[in-house]
T-cell receptor, first 113, second 115 residues
Framework: AQTVTQSQPEMSVQEAETVTLSCTYD???????LFWYKQPPSRQMILVIR??????QNATENRFSVNFQKAAKSFSLKISDSQLGDAAMYFC??????????FGKGTKLTVNP | SAVISQKPSRDICQRGTSLTIQCQVD?????MFWYRQQPGQSLTLIAT?????????ESGFVIDKFPISRPNLTFSTLTVSNMSPEDSSIYLC????????????FGQGTRLTVV
């Protein structure tokens, strides 16, 4: 079964600084998708960024970028110029042809002013 | 993107009773999913609901406890039956439509407290 591991239960960053959240996964599939979701206290799950496994180029969305290492099965999220509104739980997630999402345990990000 | 309305947003229920959670989508979608998020935990898939067929349950979840309906392509319900305090969680509805883009959209969740 596919698994997703987030080894950092909590992280903190100073406002305007950069932080990297780690994620590793295990799968025998060659075609899959990886996601980072943000869950603020409102409970709404918000898609931050998505990566297709067949694409070698790392995905970027404004201040958010990923470091996708397919051979190492690693998918880290970098947040640049951190803002107070970035404070939330961040979940790494995996999806393959089953179209089911498998989530990691999450990383709580605190942004200090 | 899909807009999902989930009701109720929160509820406090007595043990032994049942609660039905509704999920309404503003567009027709093929697959709908129900997740449970226990306090301080990650999301765990309960079941997949496709229109016109019975829901497919994940290991550890059974239809008698979590009956699901999917009467059409825009609506689904999840019932939490015979509740106990261990059922206190956030329940989230999610939809995907891979014909357009492989992305999951979530409702705002239902925070259930069983006393």
């Amino acid at each position: 079964a596919q698994t997703v591991t987030q080894s950092q239960p909590e992280m903190s960053v100073q406002e305007a600084e950069t932080v990297t959240l780690s994620c590793t996964y295990d799968t025998s599939e060659s075609d899959y998708y990886l996601f980072w979701y943000k869950q603020p206290p409102s409970r709404q799950m918000i898609l931050v960024i998505r990566q297709e496994a067949y694409k070698q180029q790392n995905a970027t969305e404004n201040r958010f970028s990923v470091n996708f290492q397919k051979a190492a099965k690693s998918f880290s999220l970098k947040i640049s110029d951190s803002q107070l509104g970035d404070a939330a739980m961040y979940f790494c997630a995996y999806m393959d042809g089953s179209e089911k999402l498998v989530f990691g345990k999450g990383t709580k990000l605190t942004v200090n002013p | 993107s899909a807009v999902i309305s989930q009701k109720p947003s929160r509820d406090i229920c007595q043990r032994g009773t049942s609660l039905t959670i509704q999920c309404q989508v503003d567009s027709q979608v093929t697959m709908m999913f129900w997740y449970r998020q226990q306090p301080g935990q990650s999301l765990t898939l309960i079941a997949t609901a496709n229109q016109g067929s019975e829901a497919t349950y994940e290991s550890g979840f059974v239809i008698d406890k979590f009956p699901i309906s999917r009467p059409n392509l825009t609506f689904s319900t999840l019932t939490v039956s015979n509740m106990s305090p261990e059922d206190s969680s956030i329940y989230l509805c999610s939809v995907e439509d891979s014909r357009r883009i492989t992305e999951a959209f979530f409702g705002q969740g239902t925070r259930l407290t069983v006393v």
